[in-house]
């Protein structure tokens, strides 16, 4: 059963999060009507493949990211793979002009009995808060290592709670999830 208090902090940080998504989301289906709209008043007129493919382009993109924002609301099972989690709350954050790098060494993907809920809200919270992260998984996501970002005090306190180890050095939270 997730802490109240974690569910709580993860749907603050859902609203905030998810809202530059939707915002993308939209566009990008504004661009596809435009396009399609061009497309289908220009049948035939040369040269109109190449709007078709761009409506294309942002039907994809509204697509990916509209299924991103529905997998932040789902519950996290648990056992939990981390790594996946991150993988999830990646193209969300971007929406929200957020630069992440993802450097891993994932020869296996590691899973934790660590509370699913706890695992995303640590993640999303770090990285929302710096415009630029670099995340190095290691040993499969039994551990990363965040540049970049900043965990919020109450964030920690419930990881703390929740049996994340957290290291916080100059610039860069490490997470331990074993």
């Known amino acids: 059963m ?5 569910a709580a902090l993860w749907f603050d940080l859902l609203g905030k999060i998810a809202g530059p998504a939707a915002h993308a989301v939209n566009n990008a289906l504004n661009n596809v009507a435009i396009n399609l709209a061009l497309v289908q ?8 493949a190449a709007y078709a493919e761009r409506a294309d382009g942002y039907l994809l993109e509204a697509t990916r990211l509209a299924q991103a924002v529905m997998a932040l ?5 648990v056992p939990v793979e981390p790594a996946s989690v991150l ?3 990646v193209p969300v954050l971007r929406a929200a002009d ?3 790098e993802v450097h891993d060494d994932i020869a296996h993907v590691a899973t934790t009995p660590i509370d699913g809920a706890v695992v995303r809200l ?3 919270a770090t990285l929302s808060e710096g415009t630029v992260s670099r995340v190095h998984i290691l040993r499969g ?15 920690a306190d419930a990881a703390r709670r929740a049996g994340v180890g957290l290291r916080l050095e100059l610039g860069q939270v490490t997470f331990s999830f074993t």
Not at 2 to 6: G, K
Not at 42 to 48: E, H
């Open 122 to 124: 640590a993640l999303a």
């Open 41 to 48: 008043s220009r049948a035939n007129t040369p040269g109109v």
């Open 73 to 77: 609301s789902r519950p996290v099972p």
């Open 2 to 6: 997730t802490d109240p208090i974690v």
């Open 87 to 89: 993988h999830q709350l």
């Open 98 to 100: 957020r630069v992440i």
């Open 141 to 155: 996501g039994e551990e990363m290592q965040i540049s970049g970002g900043a965990v919020p005090d109450d964030v």
